[in-house]
């Protein structure tokens, strides 16, 4: 009988050690991550072990130029709730979502050598094929590209997105996004993102409409119409915050990092 | 008792043994996707039903969604994340309060955001722990899109609590770390309180005016 309540003893012993052996490691940990919890991460906010001190995510941004961003992040502010939120919402107002929906598509469709520019420069064959193929279909029997045939549908076996663009590209190849910045109107970006900005309008076949004037007027149409998919996001973002325009910074620049390693 | 009984009955002891301790074990030990998978269904369960969309039922909701937020989230360690090395230097009643405004306004926001919950699915990815961390990754699939949002965890006293969320990539912890290390940079500690405070008064006055 002695055999049995020792053999009893022995596995609540076994069984019950892990658990505090566990509990007093935790409490360990906790004393020490209280000195120093801004360096107690493990996994990046992706997923990745962080190893050394190389792989951890930078979080200082930097902004030098705070005062001219901080200034045109007011402008824009003003703008967005002064004239482009009403205007988006008088427009959502008098034509239906889908037509909408038409002109968005037509409008992505048309921003296709975008997309294929950003795929190349980073090798992404596959993806630049996917684009290509949705781009023809999407042309010619989707009727100019109002209406998106290839949207929802399963590859054969599965090919990251075509969604890129070229800060993008220079991002894979390991340039960093350098100092953020403010556009008047055109909003946040950064010193690498603005380069591929200036590329990028070079192949948009909007730029060359002619005269000038039309060209910024479809530009701004096209905008205005997307714009009325996305009321609700920038006032998510504000509503949450103490400082917005320190959020919009940090979700921009995690945004596009996130982009970038994808 | 012969040998090959001796060997039954011990056998039949441990088993016994196990059999009791497993309930106890499973109970202290759930893992971290498990608590957020409880506390996620249990968010969705409030949010399907169908009071959520009455004038009335809306107050009832964040009260409920208010309630159940201690038992998955560890608000302290989050506010003490977002601070980062200044909050080391505050006074703890300082710090007391700078978790109950914060607080406040994460659930005046969140809540407010979540409310709009529409049939999305959450997919369990990945989980990995690690000591008293833990970091659970998944897919939210929405109807014509998929957001990732991650969660990293921490355990205190044998439970799990979430204490930041990263939404395509964006931490809140270091959303709001940006913003507090900016506001604690040109002021202090009560100033930031302020601040938050301010914020939470705005968006009182705003849901009051829209109700």
């Known amino acids: ?262 | 008792m012969n040998r090959k009984n001796r060997v039954q009955c011990s056998l039949a002891a441990i088993a016994l043994c196990a059999v009791l301790l497993l309930p106890a074990l499973a109970v202290a030990e759930m893992t971290p996707t498990e608590t957020l998978k409880e506390g996620v269904d249990k968010i969705i369960a409030i949010l399907k039903d169908p009071s959520v969309n009455t004038d009335d039922g809306k107050d009832k909701i964040i009260q409920k969604l208010s309630s159940m937020a201690d038992d998955y989230f560890a608000f302290e360690q989050l506010t003490m994340r977002a601070v980062g090395r200044p909050w080391l230097k505050m006074p703890a009643e300082l710090q007391e309060k700078l978790v109950a405004s914060f607080r406040k306004l994460l659930e005046l926001t969140y809540l407010k955001q979540i409310r709009q919950y529409d049939d999305e699915k959450v997919v369990y990815k990945r989980e990995m722990v690690k000591g008293s961390k833990a970091m659970v990754l998944t897919d939210v699939v929405a109807k014509d899109k998929v957001f990732s949002v991650n969660y990293k965890l921490v355990k205190l006293d044998g439970r799990w609590y979430v204490y930041d969320i990263i939404g395509e990539g964006i931490s809140l912890v270091k959303n709001y770390r940006s913003q507090f290390n900016e506001i604690l940079h040109d002021s202090d500690t009560a100033g930031l309180i302020d601040r938050i405070n301010e914020r939470v008064a705005a968006l009182e006055a705003a849901q009051n005016k829209s109700e």
């Open chain 1, 1 to 262: 009988m002695r055999l049995y309540i020792a053999i009893i003893a022995f596995f609540m012993v076994v069984l019950s050690a892990p658990v505090s052996v566990m509990a007093d490691a935790g409490q360990q940990d906790a004393a020490i991550q209280l000195a120093q919890f801004e360096d107690d991460e493990i996994w990046t906010d992706s997923g990745e072990l962080i190893t050394d001190d190389l792989n951890r995510q930078q979080v200082k941004v930097s902004d030098p130029l705070e005062g001219w961003n901080r200034f045109w992040f007011q402008v824009n502010d003003a703008l967005y709730f002064g004239v482009f939120k009403p205007l988006a919402q008088g427009y959502a107002f008098v034509i239906p979502e889908r037509p909408r929906g038409w002109v968005k598509n037509f409008f992505e469709n048309l921003m296709y050598p975008v997309r294929l520019v950003g795929c190349l420069l980073q090798g992404k064959f596959e993806s630049a094929g996917m684009e290509t193929s949705k781009f023809i279909i999407n042309s010619t029997i989707g009727l100019a590209g109002f209406a998106d045939l290839t949207e929802g549908r399963k590859t054969v076996r599965p090919i990251p997105t075509g969604d890129e663009d070229i800060g993008q590209a220079f991002g894979a190849w390991g340039m960093g996004p350098g100092p953020y910045l403010v556009w008047p109107v055109l909003g946040p970006s950064s010193t690498r993102d603005t380069v591929g900005y200036v590329g990028e309008y070079f192949i948009t076949p909007t730029t060359y409409i002619h005269p000038w004037y039309w060209s910024v007027a479809t530009k701004s149409y096209a905008r205005i119409n997307k714009l009325t998919f996305e009321i609700g996001r920038y006032e998510s973002i504000v509503d949450s915050s103490v400082d917005p325009y320190a959020a919009v910074r940090d979700a921009y620049l995690k945004l596009r990092a996130k982009k970038v390693a994808e």
